[in-house]
């Protein structure tokens, strides 16, 4: 019953470094997203993939990179930390079927120092 | 622009006060409201989806409805476990998904 997993839960990094957060679902769901959620704002995209070797950015993709290159995993990199990028972030997964609903992981807590 | 609100942002309930949440919506070519749950520190939790004016939903205590501007979250008899925030999320035309920024539930036993 694992769904979407993201690693790590928690980290914090200081200006400047790089990594990557981990996304991985056990579903065989085609479409794969990632979102930011910060205080008093919704959940925005940044960027998604409708399948392996496929990407495309979001709302807002500066500052982030993905691959697709397998169906089950979906990672983000951050390049360069910035103190603006400190949020909550979540990753999601659904089938191609186009109603269908979206699955999401617990989320990586991020803060920049 | 598309855009989802909802309202309240956050609201108190006594055990059994039922009330509803609403979520407005200017989405070009709606092709699906989506209901989720969102308990602190998890992900959300998918509950409902609309697809036309006039539908309506239910699950245990929760009721979601759909019209050509907006969707309620009706709460009847709440309990304390339902306290989470609600999210409605409207999707257009060009399948892309628009949160709105949620209602914080409270319910106090």
């Known amino acids: 019953n694992a769904g979407v997993t993201q690693t790590p839960k928690f980290q914090v990094l200081k200006t400047g470094q790089s990594m990557t957060l981990q996304c991985a679902q056990d579903m065989n769901h085609e479409y794969m997203s990632w979102y930011r959620q910060d205080p008093g704002m919704g959940l925005r995209l940044i960027h998604y993939?409708?399948?392996?070797?496929?990407?495309d950015q979001g709302e807002v993709p500066n500052g982030y990179n993905v691959s697709r290159s397998t169906t089950e995993d979906f990672p983000l990199r951050l390049l360069s930390a910035a103190p603006s990028q400190t949020s909550v972030y979540f990753c999601?997964?659904?089938?191609?079927?186009?109603?269908?609903?979206?699955?999401f992981g617990d989320g990586t807590r991020l803060s920049i120092l | 622009e598309d855009q989802v609100t909802q309202s309240p942002e956050a609201l108190r309930l006594q055990e059994g006060e039922s009330s509803s949440l609403n979520c407005s919506y200017t989405v070009s070519g709606l092709r699906g409201l989506f209901w989720y749950r969102q308990d602190p520190g998890k992900g959300p939790e998918f509950l409902f989806t609309?697809?036309?004016a006039g539908e309506e939903k239910e699950k245990e205590r929760l009721k979601a409805t759909l019209t050509k501007k907006e969707s309620f979250l009706h709460i009847t008899a709440p309990k304390p476990e339902d306290s989470a925030t609600y999210l409605c999320a409207g999707k257009d035309r060009d399948d892309k998904i628009i949160f709105g920024k949620g209602t914080r539930l409270h319910i106090l036993p």
């Open positions: 999601a997964s659904r089938t191609d079927s186009t109603n269908q609903p979206q699955h």
């Open positions: 993939s409708v399948g392996a070797g496929i990407t």
């Open positions: 609309l697809y036309s």
